[in-house]
Antibody, heavy 114, light 113 residues
Framework: EVQLLESGGGLVQPGGSLGLSCAGS????????LTWVRQAPGKGLEWVSA???????YYADSVRGRFTISRDNSKNTLYLQMNSLRAEDTAVYYC????????WGQGTTVTVSS | DVVMTQSPLSLPVTLGQPASISCRSS???????????LSWFQQRPGQSPRRLIY???TRDSGVPDRFSGSGSGTYFTLQISRVEAEDVGVYYC??????????FGQGTRLQIK
């Protein structure tokens, strides 16, 4: 079964840090561009960051300089390190393949609040 | 970034009746390769999104044939020929032509009258 499974969400204070992980299985992990998409409470989908299969990394303007995406193809895992968190980063974070292969994780909730 | 604009944002539909959602992009979604990377996603309540349609009109595996996509350039449509109860949720269009970033429409909430 093709699957992505996120972990690492939680409650963090403004200015704090949090790291998310996304483990893939059932497909050729290294050959796909993988993306983090978030959804604030009651809101729509927002593209956050992507790690291309060829190695390039890309960020939304709203997170550039604060978030870092990485991947370990030997572990079939995608990561998102989030620093200097703000209240507006509160959301469900999904990892997904948005290319030829459509697969989404179940999401992990990040809450930034004091 | 390409702006995707959906309408309507709320869509009440009677069971068994058709439904249509439109999506406009701020620039043409025709890629240099000749392909048009416009997808439609469905998000049922409490679930992750799933893709229904890619490259404007190709249905993903397992998607009922009552769902169809059409359009070109900057104007696209998702049609449901006969709405069923399981179709309740929010529908998003997304462009992948001018990537990064992928950009999504605001979402259209489909509900049963």
């Amino acid at each position: 079964e093709v699957q992505l499974l996120e972990s690492g969400g939680g409650l963090v204070q403004p200015g704090g840090s949090l790291g998310l992980s996304c483990a893939g299985s059932g497909f050729s992990f290294s050959t796909h561009t993988l993306t983090w998409v978030r959804q604030a409470p009651g809101k729509g989908l927002e593209w956050v960051s992507a790690f291309a299969s060829g190695g390039g990394t890309y960020y939304a303007d709203s997170v550039r300089g604060r978030f870092t995406i990485s991947r370990d193809n030997s572990k079939n895992t995608l990561y998102l390190q989030m620093n200097s968190l703000r209240a507006e980063d509160t959301a469900v974070y999904y990892c997904a393949s948005l290319g030829d292969l459509d697969v989404w994780g179940q999401g992990t909730t990040v809450t930034v609040s004091s | 970034d390409v702006v995707m604009t959906q309408s309507p944002l709320s869509l009440p539909v009677t069971l068994g009746q058709p439904a249509s959602i439109s999506c406009r992009s701020s620039q043409s979604l025709v890629h240099g390769s000749g392909e048009t990377y416009l997808s439609w996603f469905q998000q049922r309540p409490g679930q992750s999104p799933r893709r229904l349609i890619y490259k404007v009109s190709t249905r993903d595996s397992g998607v009922p044939d009552r769902f169809s996509g059409s359009g070109s350039g900057t104007y696209f449509t998702l049609q449901i020929s006969r709405v069923e109860a399981e179709d309740v949720g929010v529908y998003y269009c997304m462009q992948g032509t001018h990537w990064p970033p992928n950009t999504f429409g605001q979402g259209t909430r489909l509900q049963i009258k």
